[in-house]
């Protein structure tokens, strides 16, 4: 530890002084205090004096239940970085520059009112704002080529272009590129389809040959749920507003999307029922409202929610107490989910694992898959089969023994395979 610090406490408070100094935001800083706090109390209690990078990986593997970054989630990840930055400060009384993780994708002029028009058609279809920022990316990296070729008008793009293009877009990264190619094929349509190209170039695209490997959605048990329950410090604004968040996320399966969007007149109190949109989908979703959830509500408005005239119903406890958005309703779970000491390990932790948690629990509690497509919203029930994957009790109930092999086998030959 840095000579001039002789606790944590002037460590934290020299590091986050720092933080200021870089023009980091009160949020930003916020965060890193959370990260440190949890690090140094996990020195202390190990009766660790020195702080470096050996022992934030040991705390890593404490926490998560392994040290291998490559295993770690995006938000796991984010919070090793953040104990590193505590460690290089320590050492050598400076941090990393911040990198925006969020850059803006800024097209080139002759490209971006296509791609703006295109946008704004798939909007009116419904797709939603993450998907349209995903398509913006693709595009921004096909303008970024169409630049580097030299070629200023989408009316030179020809076969072989294309087939450099998907050559060189993504080569050790199969799924992005699907992903791209993609995008790129269905914009190229639509530019043939308005008569922008005059030849639909979209089957020429070459096909890769990616193939989703299926994954098993992330669930907690019914006693790990609890146990994230009983973490919340319900006594507190915040846990309040957060304990009511949680349970939208596990009693409902609301996305962190439905939940920051929700607002007073999706609450039909008298009626017990939640009525609301959903924002990936656009379905409309009626739902009982649960008693423990409604009442979970009702104390964060009466005793929590800060006065204003807001439609929304969660709000910031800081001014000027806006709404809070999706991401920080996936962050705040993640917080909630990691420090109530639930074993995560390769786990995700945020409202989609508690969204896939309460699938589950309706699966192995005998639920159709009918049901369960109606209160997810799943325009399909091939989508809600997904979820039959983790339902590890009824496959075993479908597992049959195997035979025993009878003992002639072995004497084949007067055994002498098998001796």
Not at 58 to 65: D, F, L, M, N, Q
Not at 138 to 147: K, N, T
């Amino acid at each position: 530890m840095n000579t001039d610090l002789n606790t944590f406490d002037e460590l934290v408070l020299a590091a986050s002084r720092h933080l200021q100094n870089l023009g980091r935001s009160e949020e930003s800083i916020r965060i890193y205090l959370w990260a440190w706090g949890r690090f140094c109390k996990y020195m202390e209690n190990s009766k660790i004096k020195e702080c470096s990078e050996g022992v934030v990986m040991k705390y890593i593997e404490a926490t998560y239940g392994q040290s291998e970054v490559k295993n770690l989630t995006h938000y796991q990840k984010d919070h090793l970085r953040q104990c590193l930055c505590l460690v290089q400060f320590s050492e050598a009384g400076s941090m990393p520059i911040y990198i925006d993780r969020k850059p803006k994708y800024e097209i080139v002029d002759f490209f971006r009112p296509i791609v703006d028009e295109y946008l704004e058609h798939k909007r009116k279809m419904r797709v939603s704002e993450i998907t349209l920022r995903a398509h913006r990316l693709h595009l921004y990296q096909f303008s970024e080529y169409l630049v580097s070729r030299d070629l200023n008008s989408i009316a030179f793009l020809s076969p072989l272009e294309l087939t450099y293009y998907a050559s060189e877009i993504y080569p050790d990264a199969p799924a992005s590129k699907n992903a791209n190619l993609i995008v790129i094929r269905r914009f190229l349509n639509y530019l043939y389809n308005k008569e922008y190209i005059k030849r639909n170039l979209f089957q020429l695209v070459p096909k890769d040959n990616y193939r989703q490997q299926a994954k098993l959605p992330s669930v907690y048990s019914k006693e790990e749920i609890r146990q994230i329950f009983d973490s919340i410090d319900r006594s507190t604004t915040i846990g309040k507003r957060n304990y009511a968040v949680i349970l939208l996320a596990v009693r409902l399966g609301m996305r962190a999307s439905d939940i920051s969007t929700l607002e007073f007149r999706n609450i039909k109190w008298a009626a017990n029922q939640i009525s609301f949109t959903q924002m990936k989908t656009g379905r409309n979703i009626l739902l009982p409202l649960p008693t423990d959830v409604g009442e979970s509500i009702i104390n964060y408005l009466k005793n929590s929610r800060p006065v204003s005239e807001e439609k929304r119903i969660f709000l910031s406890p800081r001014n000027p107490h806006k709404p809070i958005d999706s991401e920080a309703i996936s962050h705040l779970v993640n917080k909630i989910i990691v420090s109530s000491g639930v074993k995560v390990g390769n786990r995700k932790s945020g409202p989609h694992a508690l969204r896939h948690s309460m699938a589950n629990f309706m699966i192995n509690g005998g639920t159709t898959l009918p049901v369960i497509a109606e209160v997810l919203g799943h325009a399909s029930i091939q989508t809600s089969m997904n979820y039959l994957r983790i339902d590890v009790e009824s496959m075993r109930q479908c597992a049959s023994e195997i035979p025993l092999v009878p003992v002639s086998f072995y004497e084949q030959k007067g055994g002498e395979f098998y001796g």
